[in-house]
């Protein structure tokens, strides 16, 4: 069977019902799917039981990007320039982050999702880039949706450049926050041009990677030979869910 991969949504008040709604970019899902894996929704409107659950139940984890984190998750009081939080959103992907991190399955971390990664190790964020940290790269790009904005590099040896095959390449950049204190247990691998994390991996768990980037878009470009290594990251992800689930399934007798 094809592997189950949960991807975080958020909730919004519906403007024609006023009820709460369910939100999610098909991208996300589109990704997975082209990975041939299986996505399943995991969404602030589930109870703390369905979300240990749905996470018993898949074999990886996308934190998808979204909302601003509520800065007192990390110990800092609101930014004037801080946007919309989601505070149960917040609580059910914090809830699912670490029953993942238990399991040992891997997880993939998209723009808010590394932000929360770092939330969840400890780490800090820049509540308001362009204030926090004026003079850098604008996060928040004028250019069109699908195309790419500025440099990234990456650490050579680290899993990231193993699976791009390159150490600098173009991202998009879609934020006005980002990571300031690095969460203990994580280990940054990639930087914008103006020295913003841009990717993190987790050392000791077998496969944990956050990028700041939206790579379920699939714009990032290698410039020399125009590839476009964000289809290598969703391949690599599904490959480690995929044995995560034979692993799991062998482990049961099944």
Known sequence: MRPLIAVTTTSYSGAEYRTPQILLGSPYLEAVQRVSATPVLLTPAHSQASIAELVDAVDGLVLTGGEDIDPSRYGHKPHPKLETVNHTRDEMELRALARALEL???????????????????????????????????????????????????????????????????????????????????????????????????????????????????????????????????????EEARAYREARVEGAGV
């Open 104 to 238: 040992r399955m891997p997880v993939l971390a998209i723009c808010r999702g590394l932000q929360l990664l770092n939330v969840h190790f400890g780490g800090t964020l820049f509540q308001h880039l362009p204030s926090e940290k004026p003079g850098g790269v604008i996060h928040e790009q004028s250019a069109p949706i699908n195309e790419r904005w500025h440099g990234a590099r990456v650490e050579p040896g680290s899993r990231v450049e193993k699976l791009f095959a390159a150490q600098t390449f173009q991202i998009n950049s879609f934020h006005h926050q980002g990571i300031d204190r690095l969460g203990a247990g994580l280990r940054a691998v990639g930087w914008a041009d103006d020295g913003l994390v841009e990717a993190v991996e987790a050392a000791d768990y077998p496969w944990v990677i956050g990028v700041q980037w939206h790579p379920e878009r699939g714009e990032v470009e290698v410039p020399e030979d125009h590839r476009h290594p964000d289809w290598q990251l969703f391949f690599a992800f599904a």
